[in-house]
């Protein structure tokens, strides 16, 4: 054993003396070929196929700026291992620009593509610094990775993983959405790399004792631009007060910012801007082919469930903009049952569940709804071939990260954007931004309405009516909140025939738009918006609306000609210049789920009065009021006079009060009986309640006695009828309170007397 032991201590005794020989030749290797400060490593010559690699013959160190092999850096041989485990082998643009003055403890702006290879861009660095700083468990947090959402901080920890699985780093999950805090709050001191969102991490840093972060090495930024917005800036604010300013600071997202004053706030230090597309021609990945089309408000679902349909064999990318309208489209579809599995994601979802839908998408074919808590940083593994965004993204950044979201790395990927026809200021703003987008319509053969599957539906589920409402809402304050007015205008939306289009009965009370309304008139169909401070919304079904009945008709309509071998060939998308035979307009093909007034009737308080004209029999006309007056010559009045109509008038005013007198003599009359009827019920349910809880009582027939107190008790006595002789036992029932006390005596007295005389 003590041998053994002797051993294990030499052989750890080595390993360290090794890896301290390792580490001073990394930081010799980096010191001597360090990249000036403002160059792009991008611009260098690469290295010669098989060149020497380290330190040469004559002492001095390869060249690791413009490297495009992993293997080329001055990195650990933990890390290389880790990469070689992972088959990461060259690498890509942004980490050949980044790693030489990431590595160096430069701070980083870096601004990429989506999909190219970021995260190495920022592990890499993370492992060495705290490799060469030989960082252990009694040292603390030495770095903190911040993601603005859980999905993507759970993504970056699985390759923090991989890469850095021959390391011996703690590092930990801290993300939102989860229960076992307290045990986190156990643990925390303990982690060396912490990959966390910003509201967990503010909450450890308040809540758990002993939390130090006060020697930081490396703070990370992923998707910088969406941490530093508003929505992140209280928290954001609060976490770098916290942190140590001596520390490496790396920024990394598709759009990055150069505000200086968000840059001031996070204390970097002459930072190196890494953007190695912003010379590119196109702001995008290059084997992505983008798609725009003009959709009318009231059409969208119909254009998105006709694109479902036509593309049964593919990975589908659904973008909306709010959680409600994800779960309505996500419940409505499914029970339409388009032919393929629907899976959707917003940010309402408990995290287990987020995870289980993202692992699921990742591995299955199928349609996922979603709102933009997908649209950054995560990797659904290529398994996206179509992004569909159904609304418009609120600015140019955000459509590119909604888009990068396919078509990642080598792989391609195509993504269609649906643009109404107030919002077409956006595809200018897309294309000056160096996107390659293209215009095309929509093949109307092909197009199916679900309007009137839909408000049957929501005939038959009360639930699928208010989510409906609900969306409906939620998309209209979506877009009353943007702050691009150029694109985004509430006021120019048809809201009414949109209501109708998701099958809604009627169209619900807006309250938000009461102030914007007020004095302004819509534009385009007359919307039927009734404004007040309430939130009740109606939901009467109106005249005429789809029957449950009508479902299955319905479907097998929708059946017909719709099948993929039927319409192989004819896609449902053509370009700007194709146009299908006999083609119709969207609006004019899809009939409307309920009429509408298109004009509503306006009284003018200026027109002519008595104008009313008033035949005979003979067809002779009489005069204004002839018939009230009932003259039998109407020739001999031309006009009534005033008290003639006064009159008339008070007995119109009579009659209605006593109507209204009996109206509401009546209204009483069945509220009472409403009220009564309530009652009896109350009273028979209460009955019905105590039986059931005799019939339940089991026990001794004493303990059924104790529950019976509240019937009377019964007094027993002896009839002399029969002159004595004949005695007979006759149950009755005395009320003792209403006989007085010398009747209560008597009785008391003849009760004694039979029980003496039934003695032996």
């Given at each position: 054993?003590?041998?053994?032991?002797?051993k294990?201590?030499?052989?750890?005794?080595?390993?360290?003396?090794?890896?301290?020989?390792?580490?001073?030749?990394?930081?010799?290797?980096?010191?001597?070929?360090?990249?000036?400060?403002?160059?792009?490593?991008?611009?260098?010559?690469?290295?010669?196929?098989?060149?020497?690699?380290?330190?040469?013959?004559?002492?001095?160190f390869?060249?690791?700026?413009?490297?495009?092999?992993?293997?080329?850096?001055?990195?650990?041989?933990?890390?290389?291992?880790?990469?070689?485990?992972?088959?990461?082998?060259?690498?890509?643009?942004?980490?050949?620009?980044?790693?030489?003055?990431?590595?160096?403890?430069?701070?980083?702006?870096?601004a990429?593509?989506?999909?190219?290879?970021?995260?190495?861009?920022?592990?890499?660095?993370?492992?060495?610094?705290?490799?060469?700083?030989?960082?252990g468990?009694?040292?603390?947090?030495?770095?903190?990775?911040?993601?603005?959402?859980?999905?993507?901080?759970g993504?970056?920890?699985?390759?923090?993983?991989?890469?850095?699985?021959?390391?011996?780093?703690?590092?930990?999950?801290?993300?939102?959405?989860?229960?076992?805090?307290?045990?986190?709050?156990?643990?925390?001191?303990?982690?060396?790399?912490?990959?966390?969102?910003?509201?967990?991490?503010?909450?450890?840093?308040?809540?758990?004792?002993?939390?130090?972060?006060?020697?930081?090495?490396?703070?990370?930024?992923?998707?910088?631009?969406?941490?530093?917005?508003?929505?992140?800036?209280?928290?954001?604010?609060?976490?770098?007060?916290?942190?140590?300013?001596?520390r490496?600071?790396?920024?990394?997202?598709?759009?990055?910012?150069?505000?200086?004053?968000?840059?001031?706030?996070?204390?970097?230090?002459?930072?190196?801007?890494?953007?190695?597309?912003?010379?590119?021609?196109?702001?995008?990945?290059?084997?992505?082919?983008?798609?725009?089309?003009?959709?009318?408000?009231?059409?969208?679902?119909?254009?998105?469930?006709?694109?479902?349909?036509?593309?049964?064999?593919?990975?589908?990318?659904?973008?909306?903009?709010?959680?409600?309208?994800?779960?309505?489209?996500?419940?409505?579809?499914?029970?339409?049952?388009?032919?393929?599995?629907?899976?959707?994601?917003?940010?309402?979802?408990?995290q287990g569940?987020?995870?289980?839908?993202?692992?699921?998408?990742?591995?299955?074919?199928?349609?996922?709804?979603?709102?933009?808590v997908?649209?950054?940083g995560?990797?659904?593994?290529?398994?996206?071939?179509?992004?569909?965004?159904?609304?418009?993204?609120?600015?140019?950044?955000s459509?590119?990260?909604?888009?990068?979201?396919?078509?990642?790395?080598?792989?391609?990927?195509?993504?269609?954007?649906?643009l109404?026809?107030?919002?077409?200021?956006?595809?200018e703003?897309?294309?000056?931004?160096?996107?390659?987008?293209?215009?095309?319509?929509?093949?109307?053969?092909?197009?199916?309405?679900?309007?009137?599957?839909?408000?049957?539906?929501?005939?038959?589920?009360?639930?699928?009516?208010?989510?409906?409402?609900?969306?409906?809402?939620?998309?209209?304050?979506?877009?009353?909140?943007?702050?691009?007015?150029?694109?985004?205008?509430?006021?120019?939306?048809?809201?009414?025939?949109?209501?109708?289009?998701?099958?809604?009965?009627?169209?619900?009370?807006?309250?938000?738009?009461?102030?914007?309304?007020?004095?302004?008139?819509?534009?385009?169909?007359?919307?039927?918006?009734?404004?007040?401070?309430?939130?009740?919304?109606?939901?009467?079904?109106?005249?005429?609306?789809?029957?449950?009945?009508?479902?299955?008709?319905?479907?097998?309509?929708?059946?017909?000609?719709?099948?993929?071998?039927?319409?192989?060939?004819?896609?449902?998308?053509?370009?700007?210049?194709?146009?299908?035979?006999?083609?119709?307009?969207?609006?004019?093909?899809?009939?409307?789920?309920?009429?509408?007034?298109?004009?509503?009737l306006?009284?003018?308080?200026?027109?002519?009065?008595?104008?009313?004209?008033?035949?005979?029999?003979?067809?002779?006309?009489?005069?204004?009021?002839?018939?009230?007056?009932?003259?039998?010559?109407?020739?001999?009045?031309?006009?009534?006079?005033?008290?003639?109509?006064?009159?008339?008038?008070?007995?119109?005013?009579?009659?209605?009060?006593?109507?209204?007198?009996?109206?509401?003599?009546?209204?009483?009359?069945?509220?009472?009986?409403?009220?009564?009827?309530?009652?009896?019920k109350?009273?028979?349910?209460?009955?019905?309640?105590?039986?059931?809880?005799?019939?339940?009582?089991?026990?001794?027939?004493?303990?059924?006695?104790?529950?019976?107190?509240?019937?009377?008790?019964?007094?027993?006595?002896?009839?002399?009828?029969?002159?004595?002789?004949?005695?007979?036992?006759?149950e009755?029932?005395?009320?003792?309170?209403?006989?007085?006390?010398?009747?209560?005596?008597?009785?008391?007295?003849?009760?004694?007397?039979?029980?003496?005389?039934?003695?032996?």
């Amino acid at each position: 054993m003590r041998m053994s032991k002797s051993k294990s201590k030499e052989r750890k005794k080595q390993v360290r003396n090794v890896e301290q020989e390792e580490i001073k030749l990394l930081n010799e290797w980096i010191e001597s070929q360090k990249p000036d400060s403002g160059s792009n490593p991008l611009a260098l010559p690469a290295l010669p196929e098989k060149s020497p690699i380290g330190r040469l013959q004559d002492g001095s160190f390869s060249r690791y700026a413009g490297s495009t092999k992993f293997r080329e850096l001055p990195i650990s041989k933990k890390t290389m291992d880790g990469l070689k485990k992972s088959k990461f082998v060259s690498m890509t643009e942004i980490q050949r620009a980044s790693l030489p003055h990431s590595l160096c403890g430069r701070d980083i702006l870096g601004a990429a593509k989506t999909g190219s290879g970021k995260t190495l861009a920022f592990v890499i660095p993370i492992l060495e610094k705290l490799h060469r700083e030989r960082w252990g468990l009694q040292d603390g947090v030495g770095s903190i990775i911040i993601s603005p959402t859980r999905e993507l901080a759970g993504q970056l920890f699985d390759v923090l993983k991989e890469v850095g699985k021959f390391h011996n780093f703690s590092a930990g999950l801290l993300i939102g959405g989860r229960k076992d805090v307290d045990s986190e709050k156990e643990s925390v001191n303990q982690l060396n790399i912490l990959v966390c969102t910003p509201g967990r991490l503010l909450q450890h840093m308040d809540e758990t004792p002993n939390f130090d972060c006060s020697q930081l090495q490396v703070l990370v930024l992923d998707e910088a631009d969406r941490i530093l917005d508003v929505g992140f800036k209280k928290s954001l604010n609060a976490i770098i007060s916290q942190l140590p300013k001596h520390r490496q600071t790396l920024l990394f997202s598709a759009t990055q910012t150069k505000s200086v004053q968000d840059l001031a706030r996070l204390s970097l230090k002459d930072p190196e801007y890494v953007s190695v597309h912003e010379k590119s021609e196109t702001a995008t990945p290059n084997r992505l082919q983008q798609t725009a089309m003009t959709v009318p408000l009231e059409q969208k679902l119909d254009v998105l469930w006709s694109f479902i349909k036509s593309h049964l064999n593919s990975n589908i990318l659904v973008f909306l903009s709010s959680c409600k309208q994800v779960r309505f489209v996500y419940e409505a579809f499914k029970k339409l049952h388009p032919g393929i599995p629907l899976k959707c994601l917003h940010g309402r979802m408990k995290q287990g569940k987020r995870m289980i839908i993202y692992s699921q998408f990742c591995e299955q074919r199928s349609v996922l709804f979603s709102t933009d808590v997908a649209a950054r940083g995560l990797d659904f593994n290529k398994a996206v071939d179509w992004v569909v965004q159904v609304d418009c993204p609120e600015d140019v950044a955000s459509y590119i990260h909604r888009v990068g979201r396919t078509a990642r790395y080598q792989s391609g990927g195509r993504s269609v954007l649906f643009l109404l026809p107030s919002e077409a200021k956006m595809l200018e703003k897309l294309q000056e931004a160096k996107v390659p987008i293209q215009f095309i319509k929509a093949n109307t053969k092909r197009l199916l309405s679900v309007s009137g599957l839909l408000s049957a539906l929501l005939v038959k589920d009360e639930d699928l009516q208010k989510l409906a409402i609900r969306a409906f809402i939620t998309y209209l304050r979506s877009i009353h909140i943007q702050k691009d007015k150029e694109v985004f205008d509430v006021l120019k939306l048809p809201i009414d025939v949109y209501s109708a289009s998701l099958g809604l009965p009627m169209t619900p009370k807006i309250r938000f738009l009461n102030q914007k309304l007020k004095g302004k008139k819509m534009s385009g169909k007359t919307p039927l918006i009734e404004l007040d401070n309430s939130d009740k919304v109606n939901t009467e079904p109106a005249a005429g609306r789809f029957k449950e009945e009508n479902l299955e008709e319905e479907n097998e309509k929708l059946d017909i000609g719709d099948s993929v071998e039927e319409n192989a060939g004819k896609g449902f998308l053509l370009s700007k210049d194709t146009e299908p035979e006999g083609e119709a307009s969207l609006s004019d093909l899809v009939p409307s789920t309920r009429v509408l007034k298109k004009k509503k009737l306006k009284i003018n308080i200026h027109r002519p009065v008595g104008t009313r004209v008033v035949f005979d029999e003979e067809g002779i006309s009489l005069p204004p009021l002839a018939r009230v007056a009932g003259a039998k010559n109407v020739d001999s009045f031309s006009l009534l006079n005033q008290g003639q109509k006064e009159e008339f008038y008070r007995k119109a005013r009579e009659e209605l009060m006593l109507a209204d007198k009996d109206d509401k003599l009546l209204d009483r009359q069945r509220r009472r009986e409403k009220r009564t009827k309530e009652k009896m019920k109350r009273k028979k349910h209460a009955q019905e309640e105590d039986a059931n809880d005799d019939e339940d009582v089991s026990g001794s027939d004493e303990d059924k006695m104790s529950d019976r107190k509240h019937k009377r008790s019964k007094i027993y006595f002896d009839s002399d009828s029969d002159g004595g002789e004949t005695r007979e036992k006759t149950e009755n029932v005395v009320n003792t309170n209403s006989i007085s006390l010398a009747e209560q005596e008597v009785l008391a007295l003849k009760l004694l007397g039979s029980m003496h005389s039934q003695d032996p």
